[in-house]
């Protein structure tokens, strides 16, 4: 996670887990906080943490001031400089599944998502007191949305919005079953929901309340992740393999392009991103693809660092951020390469 002049990473190790905070300029370790001890029976070999979820899978959140860190069963907060503010343990009985899904920061709120029992809890930010509990019929591997008077959460009984102070389920669009794996793709009136199956449905979300259903489409195939919004188009990753290019107006579907082991099951296949035009798209052995963000979907170039890739890479401001088994990498124009 980058703001502004900091990175911020979460570390395994066999039986314990660290916060580590680095210079963006030069990648240069500023501090250290060991914060958790994770037992033995939830340890792995440093190998197994390139292949299976970790404790620290999550990424941490910031408001500028706090950073917030889930990590095992264990909710973290620090200050700028990596002094402990509190600590939460929350009930998970799955620690070693890895977390559900990163932390979400949201009026004054920590909204953590746990595995077992299944639910959104959402810690007061300046305490870590519950504030409330949502129960879910299966958790989620993204956290809730802010909207207009609220939260909206996406799962597989369907899209709700939530009312901030409570809790409380204000209204339920059963007619959507949604991925309870894939985030929905959010954009500025709409959202665009991964079935359970195939494709997407777009909901309006222009009004307070209940929405409605704009359009669907299965042509896109089974979602492997959530879209990337740049300019008026969309572009999603499919479960074969394929880069695919939507119109979000209506769900047509714009181009498509096969990347390098599409319909490989062998291939891991990482969360891309979209910056300043430009298409990033990794995959666990350490390759990126890079393409044009349009309907031809131009090939740009192809890469790779030499070392499996862990964590799904991060853009900002001309910088592109890329985690391996053993190193943080920062690609910038212009740089000259160091060890």
Known sequence: MVWDDRIFLTQPEEFSASVLCLSRTDGRLLWRRDVSRIEPSFSRSPSARLTSPSHCDATPVTDGRRLVALMGSVVWCLDWDGEELWQRE????????????????????????????????????????????????????FGPKSAVGGLLVSGSAGLRGVRKASGEVDWLLESVPASARIEPTWLPRAALVPGTVQGFTAVNLSRKGRPTVLWTNAAVG?????????????????????????????????????????????????????AAGVL?????SGSVTVLEARPSL????????????????????????????????????GATPSD
């Open 222 to 274: 089974s979602v492997a992740g959530p879209g990337l919004v740049t300019g008026n188009r969309v572009f999603v990753l499919n479960d074969a393999g394929e880069v695919v290019c939507l119109d979000p107006r209506g769900g047509r579907v714009l181009g498509r392009r096969a990347l390098p082991g599409a319909g490989e099951v062998s291939v891991n296949r990482i969360a891309p991103i979209a």
């Open 90 to 141: 929350v009930v998970n009985r799955d620690p070693a599944g890895g977390p559900a899904a990163s932390p979400v920061l949201w009026n004054g709120l920590c909204l953590v998502v746990l595995r077992d029992p299944a639910r959104i809890e959402a810690l007061d930010l300046s305490t870590g007191e519950t504030r409330w509990t949502l129960p879910l019929e299966k958790a989620t591997g």
């Open 280 to 284: 990033y798209l990794p995959d666990g």
């Open 298 to 333: 131009d090939l740009i170039a192809a890469n790779s660092v030499g070392e499996p890739l862990t964590a799904a890479p991060a853009a900002s401001d001309g910088d592109l951020f890329l985690r391996s088994g053993s190193a943080l990498w920062c690609f910038r124009e």
